[in-house]
């Protein structure tokens, strides 16, 4: 994944953007700037990058999220900063883009042709994914509902804790398809940190989950 000005991570519901968007704005923490994860994710209560912000924060990344107790809630509430950085910060600024609803928030920003990166994340074990027809066809309804042009695919093919390295490298073919029929490039892999070594030759987003349901207890730690 280049590491851009501003850049986009969408994907389908489960596709693991969340994950990936904040594994990647951790790996910008080496820049001058400090960068920003912007939370616009409105789908569910579950599984957003606001509810590790104090984590991050301690790591170096500003998550930026709804003031008050409406970062706990699932409206659309789009933070001001969040405006303001896509549009004015002169630091490296990710953002975590829910569904159709981030997209569409996207969308009235109308952001300018060569100012971002659009990656979408793609889990082809996922139902809604499951082709590269299917993937191709979503890829362009976000673009246009978002008024975007993605410029990368991310592969992120993983059956959660049993994932194995053959799963990722049977999925990638399935991406690189979809890549084919959208004339973009795979940025990257995405692969849980342990199967790493496993991998061998590919380009690497290794992550360590930390995205779980309210009732685990194991908090999510970065270290």
């Not at 896509?86 to 997209?103: F, L, N, Q, R, S």
């Not at 695919?153 to 194995?164: H, K």
Request: glycine share 8%; hydrophobic share 45%.
């Amino acid at each position: 994944m280049e590491k851009a000005a501003r850049t986009l991570v969408v994907g389908h519901f489960g596709s693991g953007k969340t994950e990936v968007a904040v594994f990647f704005a951790l790996s910008l923490c080496a820049e001058q700037k400090r960068p920003m994860l912007l939370d616009l994710d409105f789908i569910t209560p579950y599984y957003r990058s606001r509810d590790v912000a104090d984590q991050l924060a301690a790591a170096g990344v500003e998550v930026v999220r709804p003031a008050g107790d409406l970062w706990r809630s699932d409206l659309p509430v789009v933070a001001a900063r969040a405006v303001q950085a896509m549009t004015a910060y002169d630091g490296p600024v990710v953002a975590d883009i829910g569904g159709g609803e981030g997209a569409r928030v996207l969308g009235s920003m109308r952001l300018g042709p060569g100012t971002y990166e659009a990656l979408m994340v793609v889990n082809p074990y996922r139902p809604d994914t499951g082709s590269p027809e299917q993937v191709a066809r979503y890829a362009r309804w976000l673009e246009e509902i978002g008024r975007i042009r993605l410029t990368g695919l991310v592969n992120n093919a993983n059956l959660g804790p049993l994932t194995r390295p053959e799963h990722v490298l049977e999925g990638l073919k399935q991406v690189e398809e979809a890549a084919r029929l959208l004339d973009l490039p795979v940025c990257c892999t995405a692969v849980r940190a342990d199967l790493v070594d496993a991998l061998p030759g590919l380009k690497l987003l290794p992550l360590r989950l930390c995205m779980r349901p309210p009732w685990e207890a194991e908090p999510f730690a970065l270290a």
